[in-house]
């Protein structure tokens, strides 16, 4: 770490924060300027360092120097990490893409969908059961029914299935029925849910936060990680800025610096980040091209019917036309999405 | 709701949609121009309007017209609501002081601080016993330990007291011991968990999520609302900008805009905005010059030695300062803040 | 246009707005419905009506339905433009890449660095000789010196060169030297620049603010187009969010949007985004997968000597790489870049 | 400076940055890790020196100490600066109160507002001449004939005027007329602008750009100084977030944080940041609170016939109410404004 003390400090201002940094357990290095002192701080770094040496009296600013995510840091991990969700990999050389509908809705359309999606050549199936709304008076989800029929179709479409969970209540019956379990974008640092979907032995993804920086996604990471549950996928869904073009703005320099910062596999959700299916193929090229690994798209066969979400769901034919120019997106990358069946 | 037709929608596609919004029980009102159809759709409007209009073929855009948090929204309750905790109300004309330290760490700080801000003119309590931290590896709160402590403390010195849940499965053991649940800025659209304080009798604060529009704010407001609990009061504490100069940015125009779109009280949280205790005065001073009902502050007697957020922890000397400039400014806008004992 | 009233307005009120919307010579259609009147406005809207109607009492919020950028909308222009800069032609099948260093140093580099861009497969030159500096105390650039240092580089090169001008009085000068005028992100929204570069016949290059929606980027080339000069080249590079792992946030979903919603080519300047050249390849492969038109890069042969921007400049060599890519991407998506000579 | 070497550096490339570091005339003070080593450069810091580090491989991150603002920086200069206007003062005891309408607009306007904020207690006048518009279709304001009735009011009324220029061509022209020259928030980072206004020796209020951070507004007003004007105001006037309650989110931590940063006095424009004159008392008194030395303000008679930005317009009564509840919070925090004629 290093310290910047305030210009004009006096001596006795600088031992204090010397000796603090010592009992830290820290190696203090003083380097005294005509205006400012600083002081580096060697050692083995901790996140709770920094607003205790902020605290102190005399005290500018304190820069951390290493990663804080011990464990999600490609700094201390340099080989990237293949998380396995079935016959599914994600990280390797090739890409993964996931589809399916915004929410289970009734036990016909997930069938439906699924066979569509799975022809065009995605390889994982989506849905909620338990819907995030932003109004109470919105249809909140199917709950354990909506996991049921996600279990029938995943069995007999042959695909892994992902699907949310809000509620650390909800996690012990999700993995019952799911293969993936997914933090919502709203959850991204709901902590003890992290902490929850860090007990099980289920692959997790997570999603970043509306307003999470990458270095607080990756802290989210680590939270799951900390509990011992190394299967972990980031995916980047948008941020919030002025812009009101899309729903959301699509961060696509997150996955190119998110790649580099860390060992996870990172994957892409351009249709919560567009809002709307026009812009959904579009996103998902950009995103291929920046190295992810991979996608998860709504798909609906009748959006106007869709129970959420119908206007950024992609139909079916729409759906393939994009699954074959991620095809070929990915191959000048030196990537490769599966051949539609 | 207002819909806005593509530029060249033929009459079958027109009619498809104001076939679709006389099904759901709208009246259509057709407005034709040279380039564009715009329609009407009078009538009780329902948020799941939205999705299924801006879903069908040859719609541009969907416009709501009406709030969509009914219970919040002042335009259906004129009257400014008051909110009750113990002998505190929030929304009149007195403003509120809360005041403590960020988490209860121990058995004796809560006490001693508790007691200076009481002294200084502070009404109410705060301090965590349940703490949600971007890192794993922080300090995480001492559970039902903490909540005792608060108790006894709160009892102590005759201060009604609040504190923060992260968890739907908290809210039990917390309503035995808190006065008022606290909702943290990270979890404003943690759905389940508002739902589960909405199901309680206990007052509710509610931050404002880093990433939330007023709008949003008022929707989560409207979940609490919606299970029945009224006591809802509302806390800005700075969102997410690309200004680093605090850790957020205070904005202060949402306490203008909220009082004025809701009935319910409203409070301003300087300490997470500023993230250093220099800026916290000024920060407090310009929310209750905008209007806010009060404001809730974090306090330590030794912030080099606090378990987190130590940097924005206040020294009770400059609360106790503070609390003067606070009582003077709600006198020039027709408030008051009780005299320090 | 569409007026929204408050709840409660009163009939004279109401009328008072269809008489003034009447005398704009729109047609006003009344809908009111139980809580809310809104009025739609048909006819002919010009941006001025907006605020005219936003002002009068009762008036809760006006808005406009058509593009109000009638000479840049593809609303109007349904066919792509093609921008021709000498032999080099933007919004064709082609993507153009544009390459060169950040600021003209001295009579070398530009030669060098030119040779080399060119080799790779860059058809257009870049450099700078009036250079927009946060800080008064850096290099500002050469003026009209390193004007004449570019010309004679396009010149032997055989490429046409790219150049930014800062200042109105900048600009009969400039046109003497280069081929494209370029518009820099701070001045987006420099009106009298934007009237003056509309009054040459010389193309323009007119990057996105830093805060500029995509709507506000195409008043800004409105404003040129306005002024009779039809050839105009927008240019993503970045925006202000809260995110700070690159210096900007590239917006690669403006890219998609601005497709769609302009007739006029569309490229990217990933250098900007990035302010780190490790980040330059993704940022670009990405844009190109989302369809921009080419992009402009940074490239010095010794980054750690340049003048401005060193740490953004990509080194010949890993250009080359990037345009192999580059050259693999286009072609997935139906496009293509011309081979490196 | 601070630099910091990526982990895993080795010896030769660190020797290459402390040879570096030396070059330029700094002292280098290596610290290494276990992981990372950090060299601290002590010395006389220039802005050009952190490129040029940060593009050296095995750099990291290059982090700077000192305020680049030499001339604006309160570390340099600790005494607070008044800026005189004719018989005006900024930053002294007395906030003041700049009122008027968006545009001069004819010759009857601007002197019936003028009499009516001279009454309530404004002590300067505003008035546009030159209009920045987003559209080339709006009113582009009334150039010289505009500022001929500027300063004819203003000698009439006794107030001294400011007005805004937005090309250097502007300049010679608008010093003749006015008191005090305006840079808008679009022109913040309009450099040669910048140069031009700091030659003249009229005092300039710098708006800060829409997606300026306080240090980049800062070190626009080093621009100005350098060139030796020393009479600069800074004006917060809302940058661009997500919210869209009003048209920018009014930062009124800038104005704490400015406070403190620089010695030159800083005002609101609470106009601007609004965009609705429902919410411009709120926003005023809360930057009055927060330690402005005063506010510029739009009034208009008839806000619905104004030229530009009626629906901000405050009307004339409710400016004098303003003024008083402004009167009452300043006199809250130790300050005063003058008391209505």
């Known amino acids: 770490m290093i310290v910047v003390m305030k210009s004009g400090s006096d001596d006795a201002t600088i031992q204090h924060v010397i ?19 600083i002081i580096g701080a060697i050692g083995e770094e901790a996140e709770s ?73 995605a390889r994982m199936l989506r849905g909620g059961a338990f819907k995030p709304r932003t109004s109470p008076y919105s249809f909140q989800g199917m709950g354990e029914d909506g996991l049921k029929i996600l279990r029938a179709a995943a069995d007999e479409l042959g695909m892994p ?25 709203r959850n991204m640092q709901n902590f003890t849910l992290l902490s929850e979907v860090g007990k099980t032995r289920k692959p997790v993804l997570l999603k970043r936060g509306l307003a999470a920086s990458v270095k607080e996604w990756l802290m989210s990471a680590e939270y799951v990680l900390a509990q011992g549950n190394k299967d972990v996928v980031l995916c980047e869904r948008g941020i919030k800025t002025f812009e009101g ?14 790649k580099r910062e860390t060992h996870l596999p990172v994957i892409i959700d351009p249709s919560h980040a567009a809002g709307d299916r026009q812009w959904v193929p579009g996103l998902t090229l950009a995103g291929i091209a920046a190295g992810a690994d991979g996608f998860i798209v ?3 066969d009748c959006p106007e019917d869709a129970m959420c979400d119908g206007p950024q769901a992609v139909f079916p034919a729409a759906f393939a036309e994009m699954m074959d120019q991620c095809r070929a997106v990915a191959a000048a990358v030196g990537r490769e999405f599966p051949e539609a069946e």
Chains 1, 2, 3, 4 share one sequence.
């Open 161 to 185: 299935v992902a699907s949310e969970v809000m509620d650390p209540r909800q996690v012990e019956l999700a993995v019952r029925y799911v293969d993936m379990l997914q933090i919502g974008a």
């Open 49 to 121: 360092f920094l607003p205790k040496l902020k605290s102190l009296p005399g005290v500018d600013d304190v820069l951390a120097i290493m990663r804080p995510y011990k464990l999600a840091a490609r700094e201390f991990h340099p080989e990237g990490s293949v998380v396995r969700v079935g016959p599914v990999e994600f990280g390797g050389r090739a890409c993964v893409g996931i589809a399916g509908p915004c929410a289970v809705e009734n036990d016909t359309t997930i069938f439906q969908v699924g066979r569509a999606v799975r022809a065009a050549g």
């Open 245 to 258: 073009a899309m729903r959301y703005t699509f961060d696509v320099g997150a996955v190119v610096v998110a």
């Open 19 to 37: 000796d603090r940094i010592g009992e830290l357990g820290l190696q203090p290095h003083v380097s005294r300027g005509r205006f400012r002192t």
């Open 298 to 300: 709504e798909v609906h």
